[in-house]
């Protein structure tokens, strides 16, 4: 067996909704998983899998990389050739932090990656890719771009605009052990809300844009919201729990994507500090505080060498 092409993908954890923006906007943090991807010269997959879900992640051709990779195959008409894959995962799997979207991007600028040269994958073929495997571009689009993104569709497909989040913005998650299905909680959500309920959202939405790239000191206003974490709060009591008691001490925190996770924008690192600490003293069982940056490179691929990082 002659193997081919080797490439290096790494992709950013992301945190989607940010309390109002519900399905809109997404923020990638400094959490990485990365993937080792090499052609094997036959027909065969070959998959080995650190870390994080490690036990749980299929090693045929239901793995949602290689399943991804395929897509970006299909759609400039080929098939997808035996590779081996070596996953080392960090996000959590099942938080909220956007595992399912990095895999799916992972797996296309792995496909990107081991096309280059003869066929090329622009920003918009790429978002379009994942929003199809993801269904909807909020966790996709910070993973493929970095940074804050507003993600929406119109009548070409997802569109996405990145912005430069302000350098006092400090994010904390806090991670459970206990795990929440993004199906469930979406499954919890009403098919209509009131119209003041929406119209408040939208405020909020349009608040916390600013309160992320020039305002921090507005966080805890422009993060309330009223269209998706109440109905989720009866599957997730302990997490509903943290958020309320950490805003009720001016924390701006939310439910960071479907959850169960707790996302806290902190004005500042020392009050990321004075968070995490609270938070430790209000749950009963183990929760680990993650104090991050925010990435601002989103998924990068690249030829794979010994030593790479």
Same mark, same amino acid.
């Given at each position: 067996?002659?193997?081919?092409? @080797?490439?290096? #993908? @790494?992709?950013?954890?992301?945190?989607?909704?940010?309390?109002?923006?519900?399905?809109?906007?997404?923020?990638?943090?400094?959490?990485?998983?990365?993937?080792?991807?090499?052609?094997?010269?036959?027909?065969?997959?070959?998959?080995?899998?650190?870390?994080?879900?490690?036990?749980?992640?299929? @090693?045929?051709?239901?793995?949602?990389?290689?399943?991804?990779?395929?897509?970006?195959?299909?759609?400039?008409?080929?098939?997808?050739?035996? #590779?081996?894959?070596?996953?080392?995962?960090?996000?959590?799997?099942?938080?909220?932090?956007?595992?399912?979207?990095?895999?799916?991007?992972?797996?296309?600028?792995?496909?990107?990656?081991?096309?280059?040269?003869?066929?090329?994958?622009? %920003?918009?073929?790429?978002?379009?890719?994942?929003?199809?495997?993801?269904?909807?571009?909020?966790?996709?689009? =910070?993973?493929? *771009?970095?940074?804050?993104?507003?993600?929406?569709?119109?009548?070409?497909?997802?569109?996405?605009?990145?912005?430069?989040?302000?350098?006092?913005? !400090?994010?904390?998650?806090?991670?459970?052990? *206990?795990?929440?299905?993004?199906?469930?909680?979406?499954?919890?959500? =009403?098919?209509?809300? &009131?119209?003041?309920?929406?119209?408040?959202?939208? +405020?909020?939405?349009?608040?916390?844009?600013?309160?992320?790239?020039?305002?921090?000191?507005?966080?805890?206003?422009?993060?309330?919201?009223?269209?998706?974490? +109440?109905?989720?709060?009866?599957?997730? &009591?302990?997490?509903?729990?943290?958020?309320?008691?950490?805003?009720?001490?001016?924390? !701006?925190?939310? #439910? +960071?994507?479907?959850?169960?996770?707790?996302?806290?924008?902190?004005?500042? %690192?020392?009050?990321?500090?004075?968070?995490?600490?609270? !938070?430790?003293?209000?749950?009963?069982? &183990?929760?680990?505080?993650?104090?991050?940056?925010?990435?601002?490179?989103?998924?990068?691929?690249?030829?794979?060498?010994?030593?790479?990082?």
């Amino acid at each position: 067996m002659s193997e081919g092409r @080797r490439v290096l #993908v @790494r992709v950013p954890a992301t945190s989607a909704n940010l309390g109002p923006g519900f399905d809109t906007l997404g923020l990638a943090l400094s959490v990485y998983d990365e993937l080792v991807v090499t052609e094997r010269g036959d027909d065969q997959l070959d998959i080995e899998v650190t870390g994080e879900g490690a036990a749980d992640v299929p @090693r045929d051709g239901s793995n949602l990389v290689v399943r991804a990779m395929a897509h970006a195959y299909a759609s400039v008409g080929r098939t997808l050739p035996g #590779v081996r894959l070596e996953a080392r995962n960090v996000i959590p799997h099942g938080r909220g932090m956007g595992s399912s979207g990095a895999a799916v991007v992972s797996g296309l600028l792995a496909a990107k990656g081991l096309l280059a040269g003869d066929v090329e994958f622009g %920003p918009d073929t790429l978002l379009r890719l994942a929003t199809e495997m993801e269904g909807h571009p909020d966790n996709v689009a =910070p993973a493929l *771009f970095g940074g804050l993104t507003i993600a929406w569709m119109d009548e070409t497909g997802p569109q996405h605009k990145q912005l430069i989040v302000h350098r006092g913005v !400090a994010p904390l998650v806090l991670v459970p052990e *206990f795990t929440m299905s993004t199906q469930v909680a979406r499954s919890l959500q =009403p098919l209509q809300v &009131p119209r003041e309920d929406a119209v408040f959202n939208v +405020s909020r939405s349009a608040l916390l844009i600013a309160a992320l790239t020039q305002s921090p000191e507005l966080l805890m206003a422009a993060t309330e919201d009223k269209l998706h974490q +109440s109905y989720r709060a009866q599957a997730m &009591p302990e997490t509903d729990r943290l958020v309320r008691a950490l805003r009720a001490q001016g924390f !701006a925190a939310v #439910v +960071s994507g479907a959850g169960p996770s707790v996302l806290v924008l902190a004005d500042g %690192p020392g009050r990321r500090l004075e968070a995490a600490e609270l !938070a430790a003293s209000l749950v009963d069982t &183990p929760w680990e505080a993650h104090m991050l940056a925010v990435d601002v490179r989103g998924g990068t691929v690249k030829e794979y060498s010994e030593g790479s990082t």
